[in-house]
């Protein structure tokens, strides 16, 4: 199928997480992505973690969010390899970099100077902090933005402290955000500067707790027992069943109280009364819930439209038929021939799938049809 990206060229020099979600993105939905990288290390993410999670030789992290990408490696210190570049950015549609303020400029890579060379480019970038402010220097690191933007008082418990999300959210977030602005910015058809910060987009994630304290100046208050959601009165949690878990979501505690036979529910009714009185209703719900199966309560509580679920891990999951029929995975090949299996694209064009068997690139594998394309095109020109 003909992808909405199919002939663009985006030269990409970011590492690590946030850059990578924002071209992998990009190169899903059709983009060619150039991943510019050192010429002897690459990007740090090949071997940055433990062996033991490694696919391949490389990391389980580069491996998934590199895929669908060509490499170039790169000495900036080289003649031949800056020319090679310039070159690269007079063809170029987008470009994009996730350094820390100040990095690009001393490169001569920044937006000044690359908006010299092609006026059209649409030039993105991710920081950590913006680029001003007594923070701008700080390493954009996913745990310390979830530690200063307030996002680590949402989830646990009052009594827990701060609990950090399991995921990079930070990053993935600051990503999907650039990856957007860059869209944005190729319909205008004019070029430009597209600029996302990590905290600026862990903030936005956070619209409606933060909006409701911007308003009464209170700060979140998560609740002591089963909690899930500082803004969500009872019966919202995670509950132990005598054999795993289940989650309840919403529902009128009256009528839940009928369906699982627990009159001592029956006595709260109302918004108001479900959050004000949440952590002792989830106890009592907690003590009930434990006594008999997950499947015994969720075929009294399905059938009546209350929202409900069996707490899956991924083995658990990937048994389920509703998981098998989005066919959320896919098999790439890497660049010894080595097949993998990761997640695919969740967009879907026309209910086709967006997937790709390329895997991720070895440093610098590419170069050499790199510079056969960019001969090819310097060709036409003249």
């Not at 390899?81 to 690009?104: S, T, W, Y």
């Not at 009165?233 to 005598?242: I, R």
């Amino acid at each position: 199928m003909n992808l909405p990206l199919d002939g663009l060229m985006v030269l990409d020099f970011t590492q690590f997480l946030a850059g990578p979600v924002a071209s992998l993105r990009l190169a899903d939905l059709g983009a060619k992505v150039i991943k510019i990288e050192h010429h002897e290390r690459g990007d740090l993410c090949r071997s940055l973690y433990s062996p033991a999670l490694d696919v391949h030789e490389y990391s389980a992290f580069f491996q998934a969010i590199n895929r669908n990408k060509f490499s170039l490696g790169l000495d900036l210190k080289s003649e031949g390899d800056k020319a090679l570049i310039e070159a690269l950015i007079k063809e170029a549609d987008v470009m994009l970099h996730n350094f820390r303020p100040g990095v690009m400029q001393r490169l001569g890579l920044d937006y000044d100077a690359i908006k010299a060379i092609n006026s059209s480019l649409i030039y993105g970038e991710i920081s950590g902090y913006g680029d001003e402010g007594p923070w701008q220097s700080w390493p954009g690191q996913d745990l310390l933005l979830q530690a200063v933007s307030g996002l680590t008082a949402l989830s646990g418990a009052s009594q827990d402290g701060p609990v950090p999300m399991g995921l990079a959210i930070a990053d993935y977030l600051a990503g999907s955000q650039l990856a957007q602005g860059i869209l944005a910015a190729l319909y205008l058809d004019e070029g430009g500067l597209v600029q996302v910060s990590m905290l600026e987009a862990i903030l936005d994630f956070q619209f409606e707790p933060f909006t409701l304290y911007l308003n009464d100046g209170e700060l979140p208050d998560r609740g002591h027992t089963n909690a899930a959601h500082a803004l969500v009165g009872a019966p919202y949690g995670v509950y132990k069943t005598a054999d795993g878990y289940m989650t309840l979501a919403m529902g009128s505690l009256p009528k839940i109280a009928e369906l699982i036979g627990c009159p001592s529910l029956a006595v709260f009714s109302g918004a108001g009364e479900a959050f004000a009185r949440r952590d002792e209703i989830k106890k009592i719900l907690a003590e009930h819930l434990g006594t008999k199966a997950t499947s015994h309560w969720l075929a009294k509580l399905e059938p009546a439209d209350i929202w409900c679920a069996e707490v899956l891990n991924w083995r658990g999951l990937m048994q389920q038929e509703a998981f098998k029929v989005l066919e959320m995975t896919q098999t790439v090949v890497g660049a010894k021939g080595k097949h993998y299996a990761t997640t695919r694209c969740p967009i879907r064009i026309d209910e086709k799938l967006l997937v790709s068997s390329l895997g991720a690139p070895e440093l610098d594998q590419h170069r050499a049809e790199i510079e056969a394309s960019l001969k090819e095109a310097l060709s036409r020109a003249d």
